[in-house]
């Protein structure tokens, strides 16, 4: 069969791969034609166009490129229409995606499916209209997701989540101890605790400078290692970093610091499901400029109670989440040295860890996928 996938980030990039292999496991004639990155054009088949060509994130770049924006979804529509798919797949990325399944399901008669849902359970659940009216099929990576669409009557396909394939693959393949991680980058015996402070430049700019103030004071028992974000410039950070902390950055390693680190300050994203998944005890930290404002918001617009994948999977707070105007430098280390130091505390976090891993479920989120992908098909 022909699959017609559409992704407008990094991440989709990694997860459409996974399942295009996953669906040549399920189908072997598979055909593959797509926007994507590098990781699906290593799976093979036709890239029509690179996401980074998609990518406008915030309100003044897409503004700025509309333009552009609307040339490339005009190119998208036409494409799908000539090559005549058997299914049309979305990945995430709800702004370009929506759209053109509302044009699929009016111009064509080729089944639209879903993988990775919109979040719209956080905000824009208006968008429930679209998703019910326009895609066939939704194939979700959140558990709690499930008990959402239901409530508005759309049943949609729990697969499972890839962070747990990854972070499971990972641990297979790298059963590398702590002394070989230390020689490998020029770190001492001390334990670890691990900085992700995310991958764009204003969230680094935000909240390195604070999550090393926070850190400093432990420094004398533990090492401060920071993970580069892909494509980041080195020298970026050095603006934001303070002179008389002592913290290592090593790039293309998050999983392996968090695979020996002992605690871990971690920006919201994906990034808190991943240090769950490898039950490192974290502070969530997420400070703005305009803290006030989102915290007006987060009381008033988001739906949900929680930021971090986390505490939504489990339904409570499991870790503490520091943001906007609660994200300061003596709640943090106040946060951090109750998980370094009261044991206590400590193990009743990762308890709840291991209570969210059983709820995600097992390893193979892709293959589930694409195996109820290919049946559906077929039917």
């Not at 799908?80 to 797949?89: K, L, Q, S, Y």
């Not at 399944?101 to 639209?112: D, G, L, R, S």
């Not at 533990?222 to 020298?235: I, R, S, T």
């Not at 769950?276 to 989102?294: D, H, M, S, W």
Request: hydrophobic share 45%.
């Amino acid at each position: 069969m022909k699959y017609y996938l559409i992704v407008g980030e990094a991440s989709g990039d990694l997860h459409a791969s996974n399942l295009m292999r996953a669906l040549i496991q399920e189908d072997p004639e598979a055909e593959f034609r797509f926007f994507g990155g590098d990781l699906m054009t290593a799976v093979g088949g036709t890239r029509v166009k690179h996401y980074k060509e998609l990518a406008y994130m915030g309100f003044i770049p897409v503004l700025l490129h509309l333009r552009t924006i609307f040339r490339n979804m005009k190119e998208c529509k036409q494409d799908i229409v000539r090559w005549t798919p058997d299914v049309v797949i979305l990945v995430d990325y709800p702004g370009f995606n929506l759209k053109i399944a509302e044009f699929i399901k009016k111009q064509t008669k080729i089944p639209v499916y879903y993988y990775i849902s919109p979040k719209i359970w956080a905000w824009k659940e208006y968008r429930i209209k679209n998703i019910k009216r326009d895609v066939d099929e939704l194939f979700s990576i959140l558990p709690f997701e499930v008990e959402f669409f239901a409530g508005h009557q759309y049943p949609v396909h729990y697969v499972g989540n890839p962070c747990v394939d990854a972070v499971d693959a990972y641990c297979k393949e790298h059963p590398d101890g702590f002394p070989e991680f230390v020689a490998d980058n020029g770190l001492s015996e001390k334990p670890v605790i691990a900085l992700l402070a995310g991958s764009r430049k204003q969230e680094i700019k935000d909240n390195l400078p604070m999550m090393l103030e926070a850190a400093a004071p432990f420094t004398k028992d533990y090492q401060l290692v920071l993970a580069g974000a892909p494509g980041m410039d080195p020298a970026y950070y050095s603006d934001y970093i303070n002179p008389n902390v002592p913290v290592k950055i090593i790039f293309g390693q998050t999983y392996r610091l968090l695979q020996h680190a002992q605690a871990a300050l971690v920006t919201s994203g994906t990034a808190t499901l991943e240090t769950a998944l490898f039950r490192v005890p974290q502070v969530v930290c997420y400070y703005t400029p305009v803290g006030k404002f989102i915290a007006f918001l987060r009381r008033h617009i988001l739906k949900v109670k929680y930021i971090s994948l986390v505490n939504l999977v489990a339904d409570k707070e499991v870790v503490r989440e520091l943001v906007a105007d609660t994200m300061t430098v003596d709640n943090v280390r106040s946060e951090l040295e109750s998980l370094l130091y009261n044991k206590v505390y400590r193990n009743k976090v990762l308890e709840e860890y291991d209570r969210i891993i059983q709820i995600l479920g097992p390893a193979g989120a892709s293959g589930t996928a694409a195996r109820e992908m290919v049946a559906l098909l077929k039917k």
